[in-house]
């Protein structure tokens, strides 16, 4: 039976050896929180650019664990996808209260990440996107889909771990799917890890400012 990762810094640079080589300006994108810490990694082994990828999902009312969708925001641009069997019976006026909601929380993020520095631009380049497993895969369909508005050369989508069924489903939306491991009974992305401590505001920050600093005119 496979090890759980350490940590999320474990993980990344274990998906850093499973994406080897990638041609091409490349970009890694962590999805806050979680995907940031492994995203490092995997930046630092290409010598790409990091970011950030403010995603949130849309939790069903009385039930906020399971989405009805989820939003995801590369610069101004706001992209939302729909989960629309969840949806079904809930009216449309829910929905848009909890995207209120969500798009607020997300604003917040990007400023308390970013402060004043724009995003990093995805177009022309290979955009890597990273969180630390994929468990529904909302989230990363709509990373997926924000970017892709944004005109990149490639949309790749990495993770230490997921489902089969979702990795399955990435592949149809995105140009490469690396998923590290797919455990044979999948039932939560903690299950991989033997550290899988939330990620704070403040660790999102440090990294971040960690990676521009070793970047060449950081």
């Not at 080589?21 to 994108?29: E, K, R, T």
């Not at 990093?120 to 709509?142: E, F, K, Q």
């Not at 990373?143 to 790749?156: D, F, L």
């Not at 230490?160 to 990795?167: D, F, K, L, N, R």
């Amino acid at each position: 039976m496979r090890r759980p990762y350490l940590d999320r810094a474990a993980a990344g640079r274990a998906l850093a050896e499973e994406l080897g080589q990638v041609d091409g300006s490349v970009l890694v994108l962590g999805l806050a929180r979680g995907g940031v810490p492994v995203a490092a990694p995997v930046a630092d082994a290409l010598d790409a650019d990091l970011d950030v990828l403010i995603v949130r999902k849309l939790g069903l009312p009385g039930q906020p664990e399971l989405a009805m969708g989820a939003i995801a925001g590369v610069g101004d641009n706001l992209h939302t996808v729909r989960n629309e069997h969840v949806l079904k019976g809930v009216n449309e006026q829910a929905l848009e209260e909890v995207r209120t909601r969500e798009v607020r929380e997300l604003r917040r993020r990007e400023h308390a990440y970013r402060g004043d520095r724009p995003a990093i631009d995805v177009r022309d380049r290979v955009v890597i996107l990273v969180d630390d497993g994929l468990a529904t895969g909302s989230t990363m369909r709509a990373a997926v889909a924000a970017v892709r508005r944004q005109r990149p050369a490639r949309v790749v989508v990495a993770v230490p771990v997921g489902g089969m069924e979702s990795c399955r489903l990435l592949s149809r939306v995105a140009d490469q799917v690396v998923c590290a491991w797919i455990p044979r009974y999948f039932s939560a992305v903690g299950q991989a890890y033997r550290d899988f401590s939330a990620v704070s505001d403040e660790e999102v920050r440090r990294v971040l400012a960690d990676s521009t600093a070793r970047r060449p005119g950081g």
